[in-house]
C-alpha cells in the first residue's frame, strides 16, 4: 500500500495536456488585456472630447462677441462646429410657438416726439437739407411717427444725424422700426474690420475705437453678414481680404471720408481713392424702388433667419439722391419691409446689412462738450430694445466688422 499510493503520488499529466491548458490561459488573458486597452483607449478619447468640449463652448459661452446671451452665443458656437440643422430645428420650435403679434400698439414712448432743440433753422451749402417726415404705413399715424429729431454731436453747430421712429407695416402694428438719416457734407465714413468679419488682420481700424478717433465720432453702426454668407467681397487698407464679386452690393468708402452705394460692376477699380468695400448680397433697392422679384416670406436670399422666420430683426443702409445715407434697423421685420422702409426713407439705392437680434444695432455719441470723447455713456441707441448697448464698439472683443461716421475735419473736405 505504501508503495502504490507512492506510485499515485507521483503521476502527472501528460506535458502535451499542459501546454494545452498554459495556450488557452494565454489567449484568454490577450482578450483580457486587449479589451483593456480598447477601454483604456476610448476612455481617453472620451476624456479628450470633454476637455475639448469644456475648454470650447466654454471659451463661447463667455465671449461676448458671439452675442448678448449664452443662448445666442451657444448657437453660434454649435452652428460653428456642424450643428446648424439641429440649432434651426430647435430655433423653428421656438418661433412656431411665439409668432409674430398681429395688430396692438407699441409700447409707450416707442414712438419718438420731435424736439425744436438744435433743429436747423436755416438751409446753407455747407449742410443737405434734412427730409421731409417720411410718410407712415399705417393710418391713422401716431404722434410723432415718421418725424425727424436731430441727435448727437453737432457738427460745425448744426445737427448732422436725424432719427425717425415708425410701423413698418399696418399689420403687426406693435413693432416699431427706427430710420436714421446721415448727412454726409459734415460727415464721412468709416469701415472697421475685426478678426471674425472679415477675419485674418491685424487691421489700422479696428476695435476698440481708439482716443483720436472717438474725439469727432458721431455714430458707429453694424456691418454686414458673415463673409461665408455675404455672397460678397471685402476690400481694406489696400488689400483684398475676399475677392469682390461683379454685381453685388457695395458700400464704398473714398480717401477723403466720402462714401457711395452701388452694384459693383467690371468697370470699377480698386484705385488709390477707394480706402474700403464692404460687399453684401445684392442691391435691396434700385432707382428709387424695392428691385423686383422680392418675397415677404424668404429667409434663403436674404439671408437664413433664426430658425427660418421671417419676422426678425433687420437692418439697412442706402444712399438718397443727392448723397445723405439712411439707415433702417428694427424687429419684425420680413425682407420686403425693410425694402419698403428704406425705399420711403428716400434711398435710391440700398443693401441689407447685418440681420437677427444681436446684430443689428445703431449708436449715437453726443458727449458733453463739443470736442469731448464719443464713449459708452454719452451714447444713445436709435431704439431701446436694441442689443448691445453703444459700450460694444469700444471693447476689444469686439470682432465684428462695423461702420463708423465722424465729424468731417473741415466743410471743404465735407464738400469734396
Not at 81 to 98: P, R
Not at 130 to 140: C, E, G, L
Not at 190 to 211: C, E, N, V
Amino acid at each position: 500500500m505504501p508503495v502504490e499510493q507512492s506510485t499515485v503520488n507521483r503521476y502527472k499529466p501528460p506535458r502535451q495536456g499542459l501546454h494545452g491548458t498554459r495556450h488557452i490561459f494565454s489567449a484568454k488573458t490577450r482578450r483580457k488585456r486587449a479589451r483593456r486597452r480598447v477601454a483604456a483607449t476610448v476612455l481617453l478619447m472620451v476624456m479628450a472630447f470633454l476637455i475639448w468640449l469644456t475648454f470650447s463652448l466654454g471659451s463661447a459661452l463667455m465671449n461676448p462677441a458671439l452675442g448678448a446671451s449664452l443662448g445666442s452665443r451657444f448657437a453660434e458656437w454649435a452652428r460653428g462646429h456642424g450643428a446648424s440643422s439641429l440649432v434651426n430645428w430647435a430655433e423653428n420650435q421656438w418661433y412656431k410657438q411665439h409668432p409674430p403679434p398681429v395688430g396692438g400698439t407699441p409700447p409707450p414712448g416707442s414712438i419718438r416726439i420731435p424736439t425744436s432743440s438744435h433743429q436747423r433753422t436755416v438751409s446753407s451749402s455747407s449742410y443737405l437739407p434734412v427730409p421731409m417726415a417720411i410718410v407712415p404705413f399705417t393710418s391713422p399715424a401716431l404722434p410723432g411717427e415718421g418725424a425727424w429729431s436731430p441727435v448727437g454731436r453737432l457738427v460745425h453747430g448744426v445737427p448732422a444725424i436725424y432719427e425717425a421712429t415708425l410701423r413698418p407695416d399696418a399689420v403687426h402694428t406693435s413693432y416699431v422700426a427706427g430710420v436714421v438719416w446721415m448727412d454726409t457734407k459734415l460727415l464721412h465714413a468709416s469701415l472697421y474690420s475685426g478678426s471674425s468679419i472679415p477675419g485674418g488682420g491685424p487691421f489700422p481700424l479696428t476695435a476698440p475705437i481708439k482716443s483720436p478717433a472717438a474725439r469727432t465720432l458721431v455714430a458707429a453702426f453694424n456691418a454686414g453678414f458673415l463673409m461665408a454668407n455675404a455672397e460678397g467681397g471685402y476690400f481694406t487698407a489696400g488689400k483684398v481680404e475676399i475677392p469682390l464679386r461683379n454685381g453685388a452690393a457695395s458700400f464704398v468708402v473714398y480717401r477723403n471720408g466720402s462714401s457711395n452705394l452701388v452694384a459693383w460692376n467690371k468697370g470699377m477699380t480698386l484705385n488709390h481713392s477707394i480706402v474700403a468695400v464692404r460687399q453684401n448680397l445684392d442691391l435691396l433697392v434700385n432707382q428709387g424702388h424695392p428691385v423686383a422679384g422680392l418675397q415677404a416670406n424668404d429667409t434663403r436670399k436674404w439671408g437664413l433667419t433664426l430658425g427660418n422666420a421671417v419676422y426678425v430683426w433687420r437692418s439697412g443702409l442706402g444712399i438718397t439722391a443727392n448723397g445723405a445715407l439712411v439707415y433702417v434697423g428694427g424687429p419684425g421685420l420680413n425682407i420686403t419691409d425693410l425694402a419698403n422702409l428704406l425705399a420711403r426713407a428716400g434711398a435710391v439705392r440700398a443693401m441689407e446689412l447685418d440681420i437677427n437680434t444681436d446684430w443689428v444695432n445703431f449708436s449715437s455719441y453726443k458727449p458733453s462738450v463739443s470736442n469731448g470723447l464719443a464713449s459708452a455713456p454719452n451714447g444713445s441707441e436709435l431704439l431701446p430694445s436694441m442689443t448691445g448697448t453703444p459700450a460694444r464698439y469700444f471693447e476689444s472683443w469686439w470682432t465684428r466688422d462695423f461702420i463708423t461716421m465722424s465729424a468731417a475735419a473741415n466743410l471743404a473736405r465735407a464738400k469734396s
